[in-house]
């Protein structure tokens, strides 16, 4: 008898009419989004259109002007006190930040650190785990990410692509609920690209929650249980890849995929 693996129950993500301006520039328009458990997203738009800002505001490296963004019901950066939100200390932040790993576009690694400290810097300073024990998870890890050669490297002494899978080891050590891209391969060279997609595909398959800004296509059609498309700060279509890449339905989301499709 074959039985089920048992579906994520960690990672539920909530974003209520979150809105975002720098001055009298609205970034976000006011967004609703839910992502479930486990659940694969990927988020598309033209450069500009608010979808980094969107990711930014789950860990909460961007506050909100208005609307509310919780991770298995609880605020991310803010406490609610009667019907107002107050934005936590800083020291208050940081901890329920921990729930939420991200990987960055330029990777964004301790250069004085080699590849292993990078990865134990975390869980040591949050006292998570001894020396011995974050050592043997960062070893752990890199083995996962295929670098298992490379952990008494400096960053300097890695490739692009190496220093992005150490980072997404890095981003995994705090063991996160939900794990953040942000353009994880915009700073890649072509032939460096791959390697980096292998590992967040195989991410995709673990049952933590991804949610994913990206360029590559190709890669959320094969990756993503849900595409969302973002222009203008607002979500003009959402579904899943088949629909969304094959017949989008919004004449913006045509008109871009027709552009980066050429």
């Known amino acids: 008898m074959t039985i089920a693996a ?16 720098y001055g009298g520039l609205e970034v976000l328009a006011g967004i609703d989004l839910t992502i479930a458990p486990g659940e694969v997203v990927a988020i598309l738009g033209p450069s500009g259109s608010g979808k980094s800002t969107l990711l930014r505001t789950i860990n ?11 991770v298995d019901g609880q605020l991310i950066g803010y406490e609610l006190r009667g019907d107002k939100l107050y934005e936590l200390r800083e020291k208050d932040i940081l901890q329920r930040r921990t729930q939420i790993g991200i990987v960055f576009q330029n990777f964004n690694l301790f250069p004085h650190l080699t590849a292993i400290e990078n990865i134990t810097e975390a ?3 949050l006292k998570r785990a001894s020396k011995a024990d974050a050592r043997e998870q960062a070893l752990q890890l890199l083995a996962r990410v295929g670098l298992s050669d490379k952990a008494d490297h400096f960053p300097r002494q890695l490739s692009g692509g190496q220093q992005q899978r150490v980072a997404i080891a890095r981003a995994l050590a705090l063991d996160p609920k939900v794990l953040l891209f942000d353009e994880p391969t915009s ?3 072509p032939e460096l ?11 995709a398959s673990t049952g933590t929650t991804l949610v994913i800004v990206t360029h590559e296509i190709g890669f959320a ?8 498309f973002v222009d203008g700060g607002r979500i003009l279509e959402e579904g899943p890849p088949s629909r969304v890449l094959v017949a989008p339905e919004h004449p913006r989301t045509r008109e871009f995929l027709a552009k980066v499709l050429a």
Not at 60 to 70: A, F, I, K, P, R
Not at 221 to 228: K, L, N
Request: net charge negative; proline share 4%.
């Open 6 to 21: 048992a579906a994520p129950t960690k990672g539920l993500v909530e974003i209520h009419d979150v809105h975002k301006s």
């Open 60 to 70: 909460h490296l961007e506050s909100v002007d208005q609307g509310s963004v919780t």
């Open 123 to 125: 869980p040591l300073a």
């Open 187 to 189: 700073a890649l060279d």
């Open 193 to 203: 690209v791959g390697e980096v997609l292998d590992v967040i595909r195989t991410l």
């Open 221 to 228: 059609r094969e990756v993503a249980d849900r595409i969302v």
